[in-house]
């Protein structure tokens, strides 16, 4: 079974900042694009920031310029920095990770169980 563990999330004023990580397993047999998402109370899962294993990036509009995603092949452990942080960043976020578990398995995706991040005006 694939779990995608997750940390970081926390309560923090606004203006702040927060790390998030994610750390897939340690032994895959292989792991493409992985991403963070966010769902705020009363909304629909939204993509915030994602990365492909050549480390293209994607940032959703609302937080670019403030959010910088990474990832360390190494480690299989995609990271959030996010800074400047406003209230309506304030909501779980997903780790999710497009992978093969091994030779006999499908690429698909997996998701983290979700972080909460809240921000304070």
């Known amino acids: 079974q694939v779990q995608l563990e997750e940390s970081g999330g926390g309560l923090v004023q606004a203006g702040g900042s927060l790390r998030l990580s994610c750390a897939g397993p340690?032994?895959?047999?292989?792991?493409?694009?992985m991403g963070w998402y966010r769902q705020a109370p009363g909304k629909q899962r939204e993509l915030v920031a994602t990365?492909?294993?050549?480390?293209?990036?994607n940032y959703a509009d609302s937080v670019k310029g403030r959010f910088t995603i990474h990832r360390d092949n190494a480690k299989n452990t995609v990271y959030l920095q996010m800074n400047s942080l406003k209230p309506e960043d304030t909501a779980v976020y997903y780790c999710?990770?497009?992978?093969?578990?091994?030779?006999?398995?499908?690429?698909?995706?997996?998701w983290g169980q979700g972080t909460q991040v809240t921000v304070s005006s």
């Open positions: 999710n990770a497009r992978l093969r578990e091994n030779f006999y398995t499908d690429t698909r995706d997996y």
């Open positions: 340690g032994s895959i047999f292989s792991i493409n694009a």
């Open positions: 990365i492909t294993k050549a480390e293209s990036v």
